[in-house]
């Protein structure tokens, strides 16, 4: 099975500053056309979780354009630009490549 | 609108069946490949099932054998039975639809429905 390792597990930033989490996954996960097949998902508290990032760099739909993912082979990372209260919660990464699928343990994201 | 609305869930002892249920709007679930991802208390996300299209269906080693996935086209309902349940798969079952056209972008999903297995 693919291995998804995320980090850091936690991060607490200010409201408005810059945020960055990193995801590597034991093998690499690009596919056709270069895209990588890794997704990112965040779980706000109490909630299912939600669709941010697929196919590596791909905004989902609604999704504001302070995040944004990136990286490809191994290595792959989210940042937020400016965060926000409601960015709170749990940031996974998935590898979508081969079944099983898997995720990452999660970054978990406060607000100082 | 798209919706899922998972059901089912309760508590049942060691050994039992428990049948889930994932009722869909807003989309055809024929059409779009279908998972169930589950998360133990406290814990991360585990896929542990996927329902192609064309009906082929793939499994997680924790659940293979035990779990199976299925779909009702007259009523647009995905199903897990589950049987032989163990105490690791207590977790809340969310039923996901993946963004059609791919097998696990994963862009609907339901609030999920509490499976505890206790005796």
């Known amino acids: 099975d693919i291995v998804m390792t995320q980090s850091p597990l936690s991060l607490s930033v200010a409201p408005g500053e810059p945020a960055s989490m990193s995801c590597r996954s034991s093998q690499s996960l690009v596919y056709t056309h270069g895209n990588s097949y890794v997704d990112w998902y965040l779980q706000k508290p109490g909630q299912s979780p939600q669709l941010l990032i697929y196919?590596?760099?791909y905004r989902a739909s609604g999704v504001p354009d302070r995040f944004s993912g990136s990286g490809s082979g191994t290595d792959f990372t989210l940042k937020i630009s400016r965060v926000e209260a409601e960015d709170v919660g749990i940031y996974y990464c998935?590898?979508?490549?081969?079944?099983?699928?898997?995720f990452g343990r999660g970054t978990k994201v406060e607000i100082k | 609108e798209v919706q899922l609305v998972e059901s089912g869930g309760g508590l049942i002892q060691p050994g039992g069946s428990l049948r889930l249920s994932c009722a869909v709007s807003?989309?055809?679930?024929?059409?779009?490949?279908m998972s169930w991802v589950r998360q133990a208390p406290g814990k991360g996300l585990e896929w542990i099932s996927i329902?192609?299209?064309?009906?082929?269906?793939h499994y997680a080693e924790s659940v293979e054998g035990r779990f199976t996935i299925s779909r009702d086209e007259s009523t647009d309902t995905l199903s897990l039975q589950m049987n032989d349940l163990r105490a690791e798969d207590t977790a809340v079952y969310y039923c996901?639809?993946?963004?059609?056209?791919?097998?696990?972008?994963?862009?609907?999903w339901g609030q999920g429905t509490l499976v505890t297995v206790s005796s």
């Open positions: 807003g989309f055809t679930i024929s059409r779009n490949y």
């Open positions: 329902l192609h299209s064309d009906g082929e269906t």
């Open positions: 996901a639809r993946a963004l059609r056209g791919y097998s696990f972008i994963l862009d609907y």
């Open positions: 196919l590596g760099s």
């Open positions: 998935m590898q979508a490549l081969q079944t099983p699928v898997t």
